[in-house]
């Protein structure tokens, strides 16, 4: 499994390159707000986030989200 960073905290930020490394390993980039609509989670994607939960996070909710967002293998 990838390391994965999530994000909480208003939706107006733009990451570089779309990606966060750690030791030359990109990470998942998960934002975790209280915003829940389809536009709320447009923006996320556009700020570069791979994924967008809403809280109070589901435990499983958050373990499908890192399984589709882990690479095969």
């Known amino acids: ?37 389809d536009s709320d989670r447009a923006r996320s994607r556009a700020a570069g986030c791979d994924g967008h939960l809403v809280k109070p996070v589901d435990l499983s909710e958050l373990e499908k989200l890192l399984a589709e967002l882990s690479p095969p293998g």
């Open 1 to 37: 499994m990838r390391d994965v960073f999530l994000y909480e905290g208003e939706l107006d930020i733009q990451l570089d390159n779309r990606s966060l490394f750690v030791d030359g390993k990109a990470m998942t980039i998960l934002a975790l707000t209280g915003w829940g609509q």
